[in-house]
T-cell receptor
Framework: KQEVTQIPAALSVPEGENLVLNCSFTDSAIYNLQWFRQDPGKGLTSLLLIQSSQREQTSGRLNASLDKSSGRSTLYIAASQPGDSATYLCAVPDMGRRALTFGSGTRLQVQP | DVKVTQSSRYLVKRTGEKVFLECVQDMDHENMFWYRQDPGLGLRLIYFSYDVKMKEKGDIPEGYSVSREKKERFSLILESASTNQTSMYLC???????????FGAGTRLSVL
């Protein structure tokens, strides 16, 4: 059964820092990986989706990488801002069910 | 833009009540999902559907049922609500091979 782990569970940084969030998964037979953002008490917003054939995907200040062979993905946030404060979740598809298996998330706080 | 709408943001119900959570998507997606999210447990799949009148159990279906009579609407039913069903419920939809999942804003259900 696929397991997804995110480290660290929580992170606090001063505004302007570059930071990296980590995601690892146990079964490398995935066809994509998705990063989401969740604000407190809200639903999930899709940030980036990386196909298994890609190594990186970029959107603005966000860059996600995927290394299937090692079962790892990273989300890089450049020049962090207080508005980036949220919980970030990674998720991989359950191959048989079209559903997603989620990590437990990294709670990010960017201090002004 | 894809829109996934959950009928209620907050609900308070009594133990034993029958509860309906409604989800509607406006992009003709064939796949729809219900997850629940709990602190320390992350998001867990309750039920999913990949076509009208089709449904499949997820990881934690006990105490829940679903209905999909129309493609755009996927309902989650708590036949007899219990306090351990107090949670955040998230609906999602997706389509195609890329299977990008789009989430609603969530329903926070409290069962007293």
């Amino acid at each position: 059964k696929q397991e997804v782990t995110q480290i660290p569970a929580a992170l606090s940084v001063p505004e302007g820092e570059n930071l990296v969030l980590n995601c690892s998964f146990t079964d490398s037979a995935i066809y994509n990986l998705q990063w989401f953002r969740q604000d407190p008490g809200k639903g999930l917003t899709s940030l980036l989706l990386i196909q298994s054939s890609q190594r990186e995907q970029t959107s603005g200040r966000l860059n996600a990488s995927l290394d299937k062979s090692s079962g790892r993905s990273t989300l890089y946030i450049a020049a962090s801002q207080p508005g980036d404060s949220a919980t970030y979740l990674c998720a991989v598809p359950d191959m048989g069910r079209r559903a997603l298996t989620f990590g437990s998330g990294t709670r990010l706080q960017v201090q002004p | 833009d894809v829109k996934v709408t959950q009928s209620s943001r907050y609900l308070v119900k009594r133990t034993g009540e029958k509860v309906f959570l409604e989800c509607v998507q406006d992009m003709d997606h064939e796949n729809m999902f219900w997850y629940r999210q709990d602190p320390g447990l992350g998001l867990r799949l309750i039920y999913f559907s990949y076509d009208v009148k089709m449904k499949e159990k997820g990881d934690i279906p006990e105490g829940y049922s679903v209905s999909r009579e129309k493609k755009e609407r996927f309902s989650l039913i708590l036949e007899s609500a219990s306090t351990n069903q107090t949670s955040m419920y998230l609906c999602a939809s997706s389509f195609g091979q890329r299977n990008i999942q789009y989430f609603g804003a969530g329903t926070r259900l409290s069962v007293l």
